[in-house]
Every structure is written in structure tokens, then in C-alpha cells.
């Protein structure tokens, strides 16, 4: 009976052992990236009040979210090892009209595949949400201002991914002279106007 018994717990052990390890398979895939948002050097600061934010996937999210609806300030960013987002939600109050927005992006089609060492802000202008994707590179020709309405710009490449999605243009571009160089057959025709060609719209 002892004997039999030994066998039980050593199965039960196995059998858990082994359920955890493919809870591990199965939990979430950590990456090197940010999430921050700042609206003061961003210019929103003035304008908006943010009362909540998300930023993450089913398995762990970065939240948080107004209690008093006074506002949850400007500034905010978390780095380090953590899933990549899977989606990002605002919700903002303009206070010269005092109306209440919100806003979920979908960003599984908008972040590239590899996104250690980057970073996913965010700025508010008015009725409109922007996302951007920023980038390790450094800009190469610094202009002393920013390129886009995140302060971010002005020393890293970035990406508006919405409301327009800039990053998936650039890949096309990059996709599009990759072909053009290896098959000149598939050179997409070209539209002339004033001496200056353009490609045309496919």
C-alpha cells in the first residue's frame, strides 16, 4: 500500500511538473522595449486632460486609470522586459469644451516584428489620438526640432503607426526597391508631369 502510494504522489508530481512547464511554454513573450507618453514636451499637456490609459495583451497589461477624474498628469513611461502591446487605449478630456474621448488602436499589424530596444508613445491633439514608434537609430541630420509631434523625433527615427501608418509605407518602399533591384521586369510604370516621373498609384 506505502509502495503504491509512493507511486501516486511521484505521478502527481510529474503530472504537475510538467503542467507547469507548459504554462511557461505557453506565457508571454517578454521583449526589451518602453511605453511612455509626455505631454508636456509634446505640447498636449495644455489642452487635454488624460483620465486612462492601457497599454498591453491578455497576459499583462500597463494601466492606469483616473479614480477622482481630476487626470492621471502628463508624463509616464515603463521600461524593460515586458510583452509587446498588442493594443493601446487612451481617453482624454479636452478642458476648453470638457468633452470625453476615447480611443483603442489595434497595434498587432502596426509594430514591427522585432521591437527590442524600441519604445511606443503616444500625443493627443484635440479629438485626435497619435501613436508613434520610436526607434534606437538616432537621426543622422539633426534639425533641432522635432519631425513629428513627439519630441522623440528630434533625436530618433520615428514612425507615426496611427493614425496613418508611416512604418508599413516605409517597409513597402523598402519591399519595392528590393524587387525593382532583383527583377527589373517589375518595375512599376511610371507617370510623367512637368519633367519629373512619379510612380504610379498601383
Same mark, same amino acid.
Given at each position: 500500500?506505502?509502495? !503504491? ?36 514636451? #509634446? ?5 487635454? %486632460? ?6 498591453? #495583451? ?50 498587432? %499589424?502596426? !509594430? ?20 508613434? !514608434? ?28 496611427? !493614425? ?7 517597409? #513597402? ?30
Amino acid at each position: 500500500m506505502k509502495r !503504491l502510494m509512493k507511486r501516486w504522489l511521484h505521478a502527481a508530481c510529474l503530472l504537475i511538473t510538467a503542467a507547469a512547464l507548459v504554462a511557461c511554454a505557453a506565457g508571454p513573450k517578454l521583449v526589451a522595449h518602453a511605453f511612455t507618453f509626455d505631454g508636456w514636451n #509634446d505640447g498636449w499637456a495644455n489642452s487635454v %486632460d488624460l483620465l486612462e490609459f492601457q497599454y498591453g #495583451d491578455q497576459y499583462r497589461m500597463v494601466q492606469r486609470k483616473s479614480k477622482d477624474d481630476t487626470g492621471l498628469g502628463y508624463r509616464f513611461g515603463v521600461n524593460g522586459d515586458m510583452p509587446v502591446g498588442s493594443f493601446l487605449q487612451a481617453k482624454w478630456r479636452i478642458k476648453e469644451s470638457g468633452e470625453i474621448l476615447e480611443d483603442r488602436v489595434d497595434l498587432r %499589424d502596426r !509594430l514591427p516584428a522585432d521591437m527590442r530596444n524600441h519604445q511606443v508613445t503616444f500625443a493627443i491633439d484635440g479629438r485626435q489620438l497619435y501613436v508613434y !514608434l520610436i526607434t534606437p537609430e538616432k537621426v543622422k541630420n539633426w534639425t533641432k526640432r522635432p519631425t513629428s509631434r513627439t519630441w522623440h523625433s528630434e533625436f530618433y527615427i520615428s514612425y507615426e503607426i496611427y !493614425l496613418h501608418n508611416e512604418l508599413n509605407v516605409q517597409i #513597402d518602399i523598402k519591399g519595392l526597391i528590393a524587387l525593382r533591384t532583383t527583377d527589373p521586369s517589375n518595375t512599376p510604370p511610371r507617370a510623367a508631369s512637368n519633367n519629373h516621373f512619379y510612380l504610379a498609384a498601383a
